[in-house]
C-alpha cells in the first residue's frame, strides 16, 4: 500500500527551473540537483536556445537539446527541498510557461495534508493535481480521471474538504466547518461538491 501524488503551483517562489521556464517558453521535464562542499548544483535540459536562462550557465549542447546549470546555497527556500523534509524524495520535476509540477510519495494520507499544508503557508496557492493509492492486493484497474473537467471552484471545495477531513470516517471536519473555511454557505458547499463528485464518479463507473 502506497501513494503517490503531484502538487503544482504557479509560483513556486525564486525557483530557476521554473523561471527558465518562463524564461525561454520551453517545457522542463529532465531535472537532476546534487549538494557538493555546501552548494546545490542543479542542471535540467531544454530545447536548444540562443543564450543561457538568467542566473544559469551552458554546459552542454547539440542538435537535440542543452543542459543548463546553476547553483545555490542550501538555505534559499526550495520547493521541492521542502516536499523532502517530510522523507518523501522528489522523483519527478516538470516546469511550464513558469509553472512547477513535483511528483513524490508520501508514507501516508497524514504526511500529505502536512506537506500540502506546510507548500501552501510558504509559498501560497497550489493544487494537487495527481493522487493514486496502490494496493498490491488488488486487481490492476487503472481509470484516468480527467480533473480538468472540474472548475476552479469545484477543485478547490474538493481539496479544502479532503485536507479538512471531511471524507474520512469518523469525519475530521463537518459541511458547515469546511464551508465555513471557503467563506461559502453549507449550502453552495453542497453544491459544488456534488457537480464536482458527479463529474469525477461519471469517469470512474462509465465502460
Same mark, same amino acid.
Given at each position: 500500500m502506497g501513494l503517490e501524488a503531484a502538487v503544482r503551483i504557479a509560483d513556486p517562489g525564486a525557483c530557476p527551473v521554473a523561471n527558465a521556464s518562463d524564461q525561454t517558453g520551453a517545457r522542463i521535464e529532465s531535472v537532476t540537483r546534487s549538494s557538493a562542499a555546501g552548494t546545490v548544483i542543479e542542471e535540467f535540459e531544454i530545447d536548444s536556445c540562443e543564450t543561457a536562462p538568467d542566473g544559469t550557465e551552458a554546459v552542454f549542447s547539440d542538435d537535440r537539446y542543452s543542459v543548463?546549470?546553476?547553483e545555490r546555497e542550501p538555505e534559499t527556500p526550495?520547493?521541492?527541498?521542502?516536499?523532502?523534509?517530510? !522523507?518523501c524524495p522528489v522523483v519527478d520535476i516538470h &516546469?511550464? &510557461? !513558469?509553472?512547477?509540477?513535483?511528483?513524490?510519495?508520501?508514507?501516508?494520507?497524514?504526511t500529505l495534508k502536512q506537506i500540502v499544508s506546510a507548500l501552501r503557508e510558504e509559498f501560497g496557492s497550489l493544487?494537487?493535481?495527481?493522487?493514486?493509492?496502490?494496493?498490491?492486493?488488488?486487481?490492476?484497474?487503472?481509470?484516468?480521471?480527467?480533473r480538468g473537467k472540474l472548475t476552479d471552484r469545484q477543485r478547490e471545495v474538493l481539496e479544502t474538504a479532503y485536507e479538512m477531513g471531511y471524507f474520512e470516517h469518523p469525519k475530521g471536519a463537518n459541511a458547515q466547518t469546511v464551508a465555513a473555511a471557503l467563506d461559502i454557505t453549507p449550502t453552495t458547499f453542497a453544491e459544488h461538491l456534488s457537480a464536482a463528485q458527479s463529474k469525477l464518479l461519471k469517469s470512474v463507473v462509465e465502460k
Amino acid at each position: 500500500m502506497g501513494l503517490e501524488a503531484a502538487v503544482r503551483i504557479a509560483d513556486p517562489g525564486a525557483c530557476p527551473v521554473a523561471n527558465a521556464s518562463d524564461q525561454t517558453g520551453a517545457r522542463i521535464e529532465s531535472v537532476t540537483r546534487s549538494s557538493a562542499a555546501g552548494t546545490v548544483i542543479e542542471e535540467f535540459e531544454i530545447d536548444s536556445c540562443e543564450t543561457a536562462p538568467d542566473g544559469t550557465e551552458a554546459v552542454f549542447s547539440d542538435d537535440r537539446y542543452s543542459v543548463y546549470r546553476f547553483e545555490r546555497e542550501p538555505e534559499t527556500p526550495c520547493f521541492c527541498e521542502r516536499i523532502e523534509e517530510f !522523507g518523501c524524495p522528489v522523483v519527478d520535476i516538470h &516546469a511550464d &510557461a !513558469g509553472e512547477l509540477r513535483v511528483l513524490f510519495r508520501p508514507t501516508d494520507v497524514e504526511t500529505l495534508k502536512q506537506i500540502v499544508s506546510a507548500l501552501r503557508e510558504e509559498f501560497g496557492s497550489l493544487r494537487l493535481e495527481h493522487l493514486v493509492q496502490s494496493d498490491e492486493n488488488a486487481k490492476r484497474d487503472s481509470v484516468v480521471v480527467d480533473r480538468g473537467k472540474l472548475t476552479d471552484r469545484q477543485r478547490e471545495v474538493l481539496e479544502t474538504a479532503y485536507e479538512m477531513g471531511y471524507f474520512e470516517h469518523p469525519k475530521g471536519a463537518n459541511a458547515q466547518t469546511v464551508a465555513a473555511a471557503l467563506d461559502i454557505t453549507p449550502t453552495t458547499f453542497a453544491e459544488h461538491l456534488s457537480a464536482a463528485q458527479s463529474k469525477l464518479l461519471k469517469s470512474v463507473v462509465e465502460k
